[in-house]
């Protein structure tokens, strides 16, 4: 069975810091890594998809990279800034519908 | 993107009701809509897959009777509660996805439907 882990559940940086996010999981055979973001309350935002054949992918200050032979995607968010602040979850697709298994999140706090 | 709306966004009922969610897809075809729920500060658990015209995919200790899910046209799903009671209050969000044109792995999310069964 799939399990994704996201590690750490909670991080707290000052303004300006680069920040670092950390997804593994236990199945290699996956279609694609999905980062997303969720703010209180509401629903998701998509922030990167990567599929599976590809080592990264890039969309402004975020960049995700995924090593699927080791289990492990980091998405780095350069220069953060308080509208950062968020929960990021990560999430794999374990069949051609869609299904998304999704990790427990990291909750950011970016301070000015 | 696309952009999926559900309704209720906040719901409060007394145990023993039912209570509709509706999912739908503005301005795309939604071929397949999945149902998630979250407890605070824990992640999103598929409860199940819907087809259009088709009976839904239940993942496994969902109990389909009690969360009767409807996928009845192309942009509206509905998750059905029944008999609510105190435990079953969470975070509903649905996701639909398109298999005629947009690629499988795309889905859109809608905003989230906060149960309180009291």
């Known amino acids: 069975k799939q399990e994704v882990t996201q590690i750490p559940a909670a991080l707290s940086v000052p303004e300006g810091e680069n920040l670092v996010l950390n997804c593994s999981f236990t199945d290699s055979a996956i279609y694609n890594l999905q980062w997303f973001r969720q703010d209180p309350g509401k629903g998701l935002t998509s922030l990167l998809l990567?599929?599976?054949?590809?080592r990264e992918q890039t969309s402004g200050r975020l960049n995700a990279s995924l090593d699927k032979s080791s289990g492990r995607s980091t998405l780095y968010i350069a220069a953060s800034q308080p509208g950062d602040s968020a929960t990021y979850l990560c999430a794999v697709q374990t069949d051609s519908w869609g299904k998304l298994q999704f990790g427990a999140g990291t909750q950011v706090v970016v301070t000015p | 993107g696309a952009v999926v709306s559900q309704h209720p966004s906040r719901v409060i009922c007394k145990s023993g009701t039912s209570v509709k969610i509706e999912c739908r897809s503005l301005?795309?075809?939604?071929?397949?809509m999945f149902w998630y729920r979250q407890f605070p500060k824990q992640s999103l658990m598929l409860m199940a897959t819907?087809?259009?015209?088709?009976?839904?995919?239940?993942e496994q200790g969902v109990e389909k009777d009690k969360f009767l899910i409807n996928h009845a046209s192309l942009t509206l799903s509905t998750l059905t509660v029944t008999s609510a009671h105190p435990e079953d209050s969470s975070f509903y969000i649905c996701s639909a996805a398109s298999h005629r044109g947009i690629p499988r792995e795309t889905q859109y999310f809608g905003p989230g439907t906060r149960l309180l069964v009291l």
């Open positions: 301005d795309f075809q939604a071929t397949t």
């Open positions: 819907s087809n259009e015209g088709s009976k839904a995919t239940y």
């Open positions: 990567i599929q599976s054949s590809q």
